[in-house]
């Protein structure tokens, strides 16, 4: 009997979701099911996509520990995405609702696929290299406002500064 409880829940939450998504705003459906569910799988590479950024300023390394220390969805296994993989969910035409500002900030839009909920620009675990070919002191981050890399922030300077976590290899 609680097999088909549980199912039963199963299939209410589902159909929850599917009901929000058709009753939203025209461009709302997706960002609704997408914060509900807490990530997003990419279809064309099959990464899966935290729903949101971690919320505040945080450095490089406080970045990638973040998306170490992330437990969503029943997996462990978050990394704080590389240049490449922020580039590829970027898209001119999407507009997803984040919040920028200080604070709490204000309501914004970002150019992201998946609806996902962004507040400020993005960190990738690309650290650049010296002349020598070692990690260097630097690293990119990605701005889905205005759809561009930014290379050579210092690890240290977080102010604007978020992560962004995904899984899975992209294959």
């Known amino acids: 009997m609680k097999c088909w409880a549980k199912f039963a829940a199963l299939l209410l939450s589902v159909a929850a979701i599917q009901a929000s998504a058709q009753s939203a705003p025209e461009g709302q459906g997706g960002a609704q099911e997408t914060q509900i569910r807490g990530y997003w799988i990419d279809p064309s590479t099959g990464l899966m996509w935290a729903g949101k950024d971690n919320g505040k300023d945080v450095s490089w390394n406080k970045a990638m520990k973040y998306c170490r220390d992330l437990r969503l969805a029943g997996y462990s296994d978050w990394r704080l995405a590389t240049l490449g993989e922020l580039e590829g ?55 889905f406002n205005e759809g561009r890399v930014f290379n050579g922030d210092e690890l240290w300077f977080h102010t604007n500064k978020r992560a962004l976590c995904v899984r899975g290899s992209g294959k």
């Open 89 to 143: 969910i970027y898209d001119k035409n999407a507009n997803a609702p984040g919040r920028a500002g200080p604070g709490t900030g204000r309501p914004f839009t970002f150019h992201v696929k998946g609806n996902l909920f962004l507040t400020g620009n993005q960190w990738s675990s690309t650290r650049l290299e010296d002349d020598r070919g070692h990690p260097s002191g630097y690293a990119s981050r990605f701005d």
